[in-house]
């Protein structure tokens, strides 16, 4: 059965798509830890994040080092944080959590809650950053 990532990846949920191309997709985590909590997963379901064969791991992290990029141009953080949890959905995953004190980057930590008008505007805010080859296609 498909994971609810692989499901947002074939447009059957909605996510708020932050950044994409063929092989990654970067949305906003809607139980977030902070503003801004993106995760970003390779197109491809593979359940465990450290299964990714190099090439697509090594893809993964330069497609986050620029999601993370434009998430501390458009998010006010002290920096962007990094976790590999996985144990909530079966598909690799990796966590970027624009955070400003370190608490805020502990998985357990309280999650926000954001309504719908919140997400969309945070999406937007960090869009406008995300450089033209991994920009969303309308």
Not at 27 to 37: K, R, W, Y
Not at 87 to 104: C, M, N, R, Y
Not at 109 to 136: C, G, H, S, Y
């Amino acid at each position: 059965m498909a994971s609810v990532f692989t499901k947002i990846v074939n447009g059957e949920l909605p996510a708020y798509k932050i950044a994409e191309n063929d092989k990654y997709l970067a949305f906003l985590d809607i139980n977030p830890l902070a503003e801004g909590h993106t995760l970003v997963i390779p197109k491809q379901e593979i359940d465990k994040f450290f299964d990714l064969d190099d090439d697509l791991l090594a893809g993964l992290i330069v497609f986050a080092k620029k999601v993370a990029q434009a998430l501390e141009k458009a998010i006010e953080c002290k920096r962007v944080g990094s976790l590999v949890v996985g144990t909530e959905v079966p598909h690799a995953h990796l966590h970027l959590i624009p955070f400003k004190s370190e608490p805020q980057v502990c998985i357990t930590a309280p999650k926000l809650k954001l309504t719908q008008q919140e997400f969309e505007q945070i999406a937007e805010k960090i869009r406008k950053f995300i450089p033209e080859e991994i920009a969303v296609k309308s």
